[in-house]
């Protein structure tokens, strides 16, 4: 019997970066590189925004993760063994809700201020705004945003997807950075984020590349000949979520 890898949940934080709805008919095809500066490990991964939907693809891992928001379903994909499993998208969000109003009533939110450079920059071809986040008077991180996505929404998404998926480390020092993130989307999408760690290092996101491609059917589904499995559970985490109504095998590209 296939084994989903618990490696392949690191694509679910990667790019459950994301939430729910891009309005637009087309879809945006994101690229994007994560990792541990100044010269740790970094990984690169692939994020597709459809209507609705979006996928996040990790060739390093050979895993990937479609949510489908106006379904209510996601699926983990593990290529290699070419086998999935389905969760609701809604049963996921207020797991991590309750998880997250036990450790706010235990913890307190984090007071995060940002600081507007009021200056633009241009990386990878994106004009950006520079924004830091400060807390208790020390600099937590610098993000760099841009508009150029607005019309599209995914900035929306973005921020849905950090506040149903916070609770996943809720003790780390990383809290503080994340809910000072959020606050952060209304000003656009985070093409650059920096988190300063206690060790000297930081840990980093960037956007490389980003390209409009059509919206076809294939990209938000398992694809064909995969096999369904059953979510493993995580030390620590509650029973996965169940997966919903059953639906007909899916049809989608190898």
Known sequence: MHVISKGCL??????????????????????????????????QSVVTFGKNRMRADNPQMKSSVIMDFAGDRMYILQHEQKAYVEMQIKAVAEQMQRILKTISEAQGTPDIQIKDSKKTETLNGFTCKKLTLIKEGKPQGEIWVTDRFNKAGIAETYRSFFQMTGAQNPNSPATAFFSGLIKTFEKGFPVKTVRNREDGKYEFTELRAAKEIPETADLFVPPAGYTKQTMPTMPGMPPAPPAGPKHKPATGRK
């Not at 891009?22 to 541990?36: K, T, Y």
Request: glycine share 8%.
């Open 10 to 43: 690191a694509t679910l934080i990667t790019l459950i970066f994301f939430s729910f709805a891009a309005p637009s008919q087309a879809a945006w095809r994101m690229e994007q590189v994560e990792g541990l500066g100044p010269d740790g490990p970094s990984m």
